[in-house]
């Protein structure tokens, strides 16, 4: 039997993140340049019930029972033994790749927990659902990073843009003209946890000061779902700026964050903002199709780590 796979895609954040773990809209994108993938085959040769994991991007080559009950691949399989009411799994291999860059705000928990799943539902010939992915990876996510909102998971497994509130059901989001964003890392790592503890201690402190500001990004990413559903989405770009500002006063920017920002607006961007969690990962800048190949090689040379041009199609 030949490797079953499953893929997923990274993601970005357009509007409204951490202002969603406050029950806020926020707007996420699927970003399918950059892809966590896993593959399964059967391993005849072992006992039932051992699995071989293998993830070179986080050095782990051993044995499924070696890892913590604790952590997410551990996790995943856990979840899937209970909620398919298995007994034991049949001897297997799991390989597990991803180009997403990890800690950057893309989304790369939620998407190899996805991978994972997908693959191994397949091999065990169980049909699923991109809600069940999402909701499964959801369980995952909060291992990850304690409280979240429930959007990187969501985007991800359902891969369409999305206009997303805490609790609710999400809206795919109509996309009126083609956006085109350079994404770009500086290259300082951050985990979304972290970053979600540290907007929380701080809006345990000043509650008023941080639920006004979340009431403002949550009227942004209103503001910015109608652009993307216009066919001139004139002012998206200084929606984005206007986020980029909030965030930095609820205070998850950083130097080498607000640094690419200002390039991007220095040559040509029609808005950039951070971009996930924050304190450190990849900024976006909204820039146009033909300009955004100079836009990635500017960035690269005022200290981006890495780019990538993505561009999100009309889907109507
Ligand atoms: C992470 O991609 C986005 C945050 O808003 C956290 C969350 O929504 O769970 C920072």
Not at 60 to 77: Q, R
Not at 198 to 226: C, G, I, T
Request: aromatic content about 6%.
């Amino acid at each position: 039997m030949p490797a079953v796979i499953g893929t997923a895609p990274g993601k970005i954040i357009l509007a409204g993140e951490h202002a969603v773990v406050y029950g806020r809209h926020a707007i996420a994108v699927p970003v399918s340049k950059v892809q966590a993938k896993a593959s399964v085959y059967p391993r005849p040769d072992l006992k039932p019930g051992v699995i071989r994991i293998t993830a070179p991007n986080i050095q782990i080559d051993c044995n499924l029972s070696e890892l913590s009950e604790e952590h997410p691949i551990s996790k995943v399989f856990s979840l899937t033994k209970e909620y398919l009411n298995l007994n034991h799994f049949p001897a297997m291999s799991l390989q597990i790749r991803s180009s997403i860059p990890i800690a950057a705000g893309m989304g790369s928990g939620a998407a190899v927990s996805i991978a994972i799943l997908k693959a191994l539902f397949t091999f065990l010939g169980k049909p699923f659902s991109p809600e069940e992915m999402s909701c499964l990876s959801f369980e995952i996510e909060k291992i990850y990073h304690g409280n979240p909102s429930g959007i990187d998971n969501t985007v991800i497994a359902h891969n369409r843009p999305i206009f997303y509130k805490r609790n609710e059901p999400f809206q795919l989001l109509r996309v009126g003209s083609p956006l085109t964003f350079v994404i770009a890392d500086c290259g300082v790592k951050s985990t979304t946890r972290d970053m979600v503890e540290y907007v929380r201690h701080h809006w345990s402190e000043s509650p008023s000061k941080y639920e006004a500001l979340f009431d403002q990004m949550d009227w942004l990413a209103a503001q910015a779902k109608n652009a993307i559903e216009s066919e001139k989405p004139d002012n998206l770009g200084n929606l984005l700026i206007q986020n980029h500002q909030l965030l930095q006063q609820i205070g998850v920017s950083c130097p080498e964050l607000d640094h690419l920002v200002n390039t991007a607006l220095q040559h040509g961007a029609e808005g950039a903002k951070l971009c996930g969690a924050g304190g450190g990962g990849n900024i976006i800048a909204l820039v146009n199709q033909s300009a955004a190949q100079l836009l990635a090689q500017t960035l690269q040379h005022s200290g981006a780590v890495s780019t990538i041009i993505t561009t999100i199609q009309q889907n109507d």
